[in-house]
């Protein structure tokens, strides 16, 4: 753990993971870099410069990509990794974490969230405020799971999947990589193709 904190991205998603870190009281500096030269500080915290320079600051900061889009996130944070930047995973304090619960490095947990014993969330993941995955499931690497999202017990959701806000997953139910869940669908069976799912149940609607 470093003493300064970058996040990548001072949009909406990198606001909340400034409200997290802030909150959190781990660094003693915050900054963002993103690429619009309007934005000069966001939430308070200054931005330092553009996510195109962001390898020049590996050596001194954690770093922790704040962008919401599934791939582009993935994108940025793998060449960090490549480069060997210090990724942090970041836990809001009024979270509930289970035992035995693992969190990948670049996962953002908001406020409100409870993940259940013995699930395993992979890297780069959001799981937004308030959702809910309980025991023995298994989130891979750069899932969304949107606000309010409820997931019963043993549920497998597979890499890039966004699960969109106020969605249901029934328990021992699987998710395929790629998809996209519509806001207050409810999944009661495996889902085994990619695509866009909506209703109730839900169905493939593209």
């Known amino acids: 753990m470093r003493e300064q904190l970058l996040i990548i991205g001072a949009g909406g998603h990198g606001r909340v993971i400034a409200d997290i870190a802030l909150k959190m009281n781990t660094w003693k500096t915050i900054a963002f870099l993103d690429n619009d030269k309007l934005i000069q500080s966001s939430m308070g915290l200054e931005v ?100 309010g999202v409820h997931m019963a017990g043993t549920v497998n959701i597979g890499a890039g999947a966004w699960l969109g806000i106020g969605s249901i997953v029934s328990n021992n139910v699987n998710i395929t990589s790629n998809c996209i869940i519509g806001a207050g669908a409810v999944v009661v069976r495996d889902i085994v193709d990619a695509g866009t799912y909506m209703g109730v149940p839900a169905r493939r609607v593209y």
């Open 48 to 147: 330092v410069g553009k996510s195109d320079d962001m390898l020049a600051f590996i050596d001194d900061w954690d770093i922790f990509v704040g962008i919401g889009n599934n791939a582009l996130r993935e994108r940025i944070q793998s060449k960090l990794e490549v480069a060997g930047a210090h990724i942090t995973t970041l836990i809001h304090p009024r979270a509930v974490i289970g035992e035995q619960v693992e969190l990948g490095v670049g996962t953002a947990v908001m406020a409100g969230v409870v993940i259940n014993c013995c699930t395993k969330v992979g890297k780069g993941c959001i799981i937004n405020t308030g959702a809910t995955i309980d025991h023995d499931s298994l989130i891979e690497n750069y899932v969304h799971v949107s606000p």
